[in-house]
C-alpha cells in the first residue's frame, strides 16, 4: 500500500512542479484535528525542553492486554524540520516482572487521524497489529508503542519516525515507576513500524548518542520511496485511499516544500476534508472508487525535484549513517510492496561499515506473509540479545 501512496504523492507533485513554473505556490496542509484530552497538549515551555524529555506520565487500563500494567508517558521530540514537537508512547508492563526489558515495537500507523495512533488504536480496534504486539508481553518483557508519527500524523516521514522512536525510549527510561532506566532495550517494527525502526537505528549515533541499544530488528522496510514512485506508473490501484492519505501526511511534515493541496481540485480538496482525520479501514473503503485523475486540478505531468529530494531523504538507502548496535533485517525477496533491491544494498553498505548484521532473505512475494514467516526467528534474535548472548552476522 505504501508503494501506491509514493505514487500519488508523485502524480500530484508533478502537477505542482508546473505550478512552480509559473509561481510560488503556497503550503496549506490540513492538520488533524487535535486530541480533546490535555495530556496530548503541549506545554509552553515544550522548546525549553530536551529531547526524550518526559513532559508528563499517566497510568492508562491495559488489563485486556494479558492483565498488563499500562502507562502513557509524553515527551518533547523533534520533527523533521528540526522544531520540537510532543510526542507519546504507550507502555505496556508484564505482570509479576520486576525490571524487564524492553521492546519499543513500532506498529503499522496507515492513517491521519490522532485516534489511529497506538495511544488510542490500542484502545479503540483500529491497531492493525496488537495481536503481534503482545508476543513480546508473553516472553516476560515490557512493550512501549510509540505514536511516532508525531501530533499532526505524518504519515509516510520516515525519519520523524526515527527520532520519535528513540526518543520515546529515552523517556521511558525516566520514569521511575517503571524501573526501565538500566534494562536492555531493541527496537523493533514491520513494513511502516520497520521504516520508523531501521531509521531509529541509523539515527541513533548522531541524534540520540547517549541511548544505549541491545538491537535493531525490522522487516519489510520501505527502503526508496523514490525507487517505488518511479517504478508504478499512475494506473487505478485498490489502495488508493491510503495513496492520498500519504501525500497528506507528507505535506503535513514538508508543507514549504510539498504544498500538495494548492494542486488539488475541488474533490480533492473535499476529499481531503473527509479523510483528514480517518483511519486505515476508512481510507481504504472511500478510496477505492477514486483516483488521482479524479482530485488534481490539472492532468499535466513533469517531474518534481523537489518532491524527489523529499523522498530520497526519507529513504534508507540514501542515507549515509548507519547504526553501531547488532542489527537484524528480513525482506522478501519478490515482495511487491517493498522492493527487496534497497533492502539488500543498505545491508550490503551496513557490512562493509562492520555492523553486527544478520540479513534474512524469504523466498516470498506477499507482504505479510514475509512479516509471519520472519518474526519468530526475530524475536529469537532479541531473546539472545536479552540474554547477552554474542551477535551473529552473515556479513
Request: net charge negative; charged share 15%; proline share 9%.
Given at each position: 500500500?505504501?508503494?501506491?501512496?509514493?505514487?500519488?504523492?508523485?502524480?500530484?507533485?508533478?502537477?505542482?512542479?508546473?505550478?512552480?513554473?509559473?509561481?510560488?505556490?503556497?503550503?496549506?496542509?490540513?492538520?488533524?484535528?487535535?486530541?480533546?484530552?490535555?495530556?496530548?497538549?503541549?506545554?509552553?515551555?515544550?522548546?525549553?525542553?530536551?529531547?526524550?524529555?518526559?513532559?508528563?506520565?499517566?497510568?492508562?487500563?491495559?488489563?485486556?492486554?494479558?492483565?498488563?500494567?499500562?502507562?502513557?508517558?509524553?515527551?518533547?521530540?523533534?520533527?523533521?524540520?528540526?522544531?520540537?514537537?510532543?510526542?507519546?508512547?504507550?507502555?505496556?508492563?508484564?505482570?509479576?516482572?520486576?525490571?524487564?526489558?524492553?521492546?519499543?515495537?513500532?506498529?503499522?500507523?496507515?492513517?491521519?487521524?490522532?485516534?489511529?495512533?497506538?495511544?488510542?488504536?490500542?484502545?479503540?480496534?483500529?491497531?492493525?497489529?496488537?495481536?503481534?504486539?503482545?508476543?513480546?508481553?508473553?516472553?516476560?518483557?515490557?512493550?512501549?508503542?510509540?505514536?511516532?508519527?508525531?501530533?499532526?500524523?505524518?504519515?509516510?516521514?520516515?525519519?520523524?519516525?526515527?527520532?520519535?522512536?528513540?526518543?520515546?525510549?529515552?523517556?521511558?527510561?525516566?520514569?521511575?515507576?517503571?524501573?526501565?532506566?538500566?534494562?536492555?532495550?531493541?527496537?523493533?517494527?514491520?513494513?511502516?513500524?520497520?521504516?520508523?525502526?531501521?531509521?531509529a537505528g541509523a539515527l541513533q549515533p548522531s541524534y540520540?548518542?547517549?541511548?544505549?541499544?541491545?538491537?535493531?530488528?525490522?522487516?519489510?522496510?520501505?527502503?526508496?520511496?523514490?525507487?517505488?514512485?518511479?517504478?508504478?506508473?499512475?494506473?487505478?490501484?485498490?489502495?488508493?485511499?491510503?495513496?492520498?492519505?500519504?501525500?497528506?501526511?507528507?505535506?503535513?511534515?514538508?508543507?514549504?516544500?510539498?504544498?500538495?493541496?494548492?494542486?488539488?481540485?475541488?474533490?480533492?480538496?473535499?476529499?481531503?476534508?473527509?479523510?483528514?482525520?480517518?483511519?486505515?479501514?476508512?481510507?481504504?473503503?472511500?478510496?477505492?472508487?477514486?483516483?488521482?485523475?479524479?482530485?488534481?486540478?490539472?492532468?499535466?505531468?513533469?517531474?518534481?525535484?523537489?518532491?524527489?529530494?523529499?523522498?530520497?531523504?526519507?529513504?534508507?538507502?540514501?542515507?549515509?549513517?548507519?547504526?553501531?548496535?547488532?542489527?537484524?533485517?528480513?525482506?522478501?525477496?519478490?515482495?511487491?510492496?517493498?522492493?527487496?533491491?534497497?533492502?539488500?544494498?543498505?545491508?550490503?553498505?551496513?557490512?562493509?561499515?562492520?555492523?553486527?548484521?544478520?540479513?534474512?532473505?524469504?523466498?516470498?512475494?506477499?507482504?505479510?506473509?514475509?512479516?509471519?514467516a520472519g518474526f519468530p526467528e526475530a524475536w529469537d534474535?532479541?531473546?539472545?540479545?536479552?540474554?547477552?548472548?554474542?551477535?551473529?552476522?552473515?556479513?
Amino acid at each position: 500500500m505504501l508503494r501506491a501512496a509514493v505514487r500519488f504523492l508523485i502524480l500530484v507533485l508533478s502537477v505542482v512542479s508546473v505550478g512552480w513554473l509559473v509561481a510560488p505556490a503556497t503550503a496549506n496542509p490540513l492538520y488533524p484535528t487535535p486530541d480533546p484530552d490535555p495530556f496530548y497538549h503541549e506545554p509552553a515551555d515544550l522548546a525549553g525542553m530536551q529531547p526524550g524529555q518526559v513532559v508528563r506520565v499517566r497510568r492508562t487500563d491495559t488489563a485486556l492486554f494479558m492483565g498488563s500494567d499500562g502507562w502513557q508517558v509524553a515527551f518533547r521530540s523533534t520533527n523533521s524540520a528540526g522544531n520540537p514537537i510532543m510526542g507519546v508512547t504507550t507502555v505496556l508492563m508484564p505482570p509479576g516482572v520486576r525490571n524487564p526489558p524492553l521492546v519499543s515495537y513500532q506498529a503499522l500507523i496507515n492513517s491521519l487521524g490522532t485516534q489511529c495512533s497506538p495511544s488510542r488504536s490500542l484502545f479503540n480496534g483500529e491497531l492493525q497489529d496488537s495481536l503481534g504486539a503482545m508476543l513480546p508481553l508473553g516472553r516476560g518483557w515490557a512493550i512501549s508503542m510509540p505514536d511516532y508519527l508525531g501530533p499532526n500524523v505524518a504519515y509516510g516521514a520516515a525519519k520523524l519516525g526515527g527520532m520519535v522512536t528513540l526518543d520515546s525510549v529515552k523517556a521511558v527510561r525516566q520514569v521511575a515507576e517503571l524501573g526501565l532506566a538500566e534494562v536492555p532495550v531493541v527496537l523493533a517494527g514491520y513494513s511502516g513500524g520497520g521504516m520508523a525502526t531501521a531509521w531509529a537505528g541509523a539515527l541513533q549515533p548522531s541524534y540520540a548518542p547517549d541511548l544505549k541499544l541491545a538491537a535493531v530488528v525490522a522487516g519489510g522496510i520501505p527502503a526508496d520511496l523514490r525507487e517505488m514512485a518511479l517504478a508504478l506508473g499512475f494506473d487505478p490501484h485498490p489502495g488508493f485511499g491510503l495513496a492520498f492519505a500519504a501525500a497528506m501526511g507528507l505535506e503535513r511534515e514538508y508543507p514549504n516544500r510539498l504544498p500538495v493541496s494548492d494542486q488539488l481540485n475541488e474533490s480533492g480538496l473535499w476529499f481531503r476534508d473527509f479523510t483528514k482525520d480517518a483511519c486505515r479501514r476508512f481510507l481504504l473503503f472511500h478510496g477505492i472508487t477514486r483516483n488521482a485523475a479524479q482530485l488534481a486540478a490539472s492532468k499535466d505531468m513533469m517531474n518534481s525535484p523537489e518532491a524527489h529530494a523529499v523522498l530520497r531523504e526519507n529513504s534508507l538507502r540514501y542515507d549515509d549513517r548507519v547504526p553501531t548496535v547488532p542489527t537484524f533485517f528480513w525482506q522478501g525477496r519478490f515482495d511487491t510492496m517493498t522492493f527487496f533491491g534497497p533492502v539488500e544494498e543498505v545491508a550490503q553498505r551496513y557490512c562493509r561499515a562492520g555492523v553486527p548484521l544478520m540479513f534474512r532473505p524469504y523466498d516470498i512475494a506477499e507482504h505479510l506473509t514475509t512479516a509471519v514467516a520472519g518474526f519468530p526467528e526475530a524475536w529469537d534474535y532479541v531473546e539472545a540479545r536479552f540474554r547477552g548472548d554474542p551477535a551473529p552476522t552473515n556479513c
